[in-house]
């Protein structure tokens, strides 16, 4: 068997196109824009986790109430104690116990007893007087400072024989009104006894209560559902 030599190649093939050249790697230099913004990113995402772990773990002082706080009650520094707490962004809303009280504020809201105290529950004038109801019956345990009660008169039924379908029927003095302090001798709350409530009531029902004690009845308190306020 013979093999044919191979066909030259006509002339001109292969001339004149360019030869390949190999890609070399260059090292990255320190003036490499994108090295540079590259280093800045990440020292920026290092910096500011680490100011979200510090701040997330930092504790400030805030006062809390040392006892039910009630509306009408001057702001002062024996019915408060200081925590630290961790509020991170919340921090501002807050009474701060690093700093001097406000001068001239009241409570304008229950805050209760451990509550820490917002700066939304003080004021300068809650609007509320606070009158002393004697309460001749016993009291639920439910009524201590804080509560919110329904104040009712309950008129003294009539001396004259027969005279019982002219008796006048209970009526509301007020409704919702806190209790801003229970004084009473021991075991009176739960049993019959002298009472006297101090109750906060608002300006405009103030002459009615205050007509319902002078009266010929008694007051009659109820608590409210829900408890505090």
Do not use: N
């Amino acid at each position: 068997m013979t093999y044919a030599p191979a066909a030259p190649a006509p002339p001109g093939l292969g001339q004149g196109l360019p030869e390949p050249v190999a890609t070399r790697l260059r090292r990255p230099r320190w003036r490499d824009p994108r090295l540079l913004t590259g280093v800045v990113i990440v020292a920026l995402s290092v910096a500011l986790g680490s100011w979200a772990v510090a701040s997330a773990s930092r504790t400030v002082p805030v006062f809390v109430a040392d006892g039910a706080l009630t509306p009408g009650e001057p702001l002062t520094a024996d019915a408060l104690r200081p925590v630290d707490v961790r509020l991170g962004a919340g921090t501002g809303r807050y009474l701060p116990a690093d700093e001097p009280l406000p001068e001239g504020v009241v409570v304008l809201r229950v805050v209760d007893d451990g509550e820490l105290v917002p700066f939304t529950a003080l004021g300068t004038d809650a609007g509320v007087r606070s009158v002393a109801v004697p309460v001749a019956s016993g009291l639920s345990d439910r009524i201590r400072a804080g509560a919110v009660v329904d104040l009712w008169f309950v008129p003294d039924a009539p001396v004259a024989p027969g005279a019982d379908a002219d008796r006048p029927e209970p009526s509301t003095l007020a409704q919702e009104v806190v209790v801003e302090q229970v004084d009473a001798e021991e075991g009176a709350i739960v049993v019959d006894g002298t009472v006297t409530l101090h109750v906060l009531v608002p300006a405009d029902a103030l002459p009615t209560v205050l007509a319902a004690l002078s009266d010929a009845g008694t007051v009659a308190v109820v608590p409210v559902a829900g408890g505090l306020r």
